[in-house]
């Protein structure tokens, strides 16, 4: 079962989309790994570990977190990623 999991509307291309998101994740010293269509990535937020997956269908980023922090709402997770990629 997965902690999170939302949609993010897009404009743009898919290509667009995904160096947005794979920059945003690096930025904050995390990995991805994917392409246009779907992948995974993993970050570390106060010493604990942001785990999730994507796909791409049309203009929708699909988004699941697998695992995160306690304390951290999903809303706060899909609330940072809209702000980074929008």
Excluded: R, W
């Amino acid at each position: 079962m997965s902690a999170c999991n939302f949609n993010i509307p897009f404009s743009g291309s898919p290509e667009e989309i995904f160096q947005k998101a794979k920059k945003s994740v690096e930025s904050q010293g995390g990995t991805f790994n994917g392409d246009t269509s779907g992948g995974s990535f993993e970050l570390s937020i106060f010493g604990n570990a942001i785990i999730g997956g994507y796909t791409v269908s049309g203009n929708e980023l699909n988004v699941v977190i697998e695992e995160k922090p306690f304390l951290v709402p999903c809303s706060a997770i899909e609330s940072f990623l809209k702000k980074q990629l929008g």
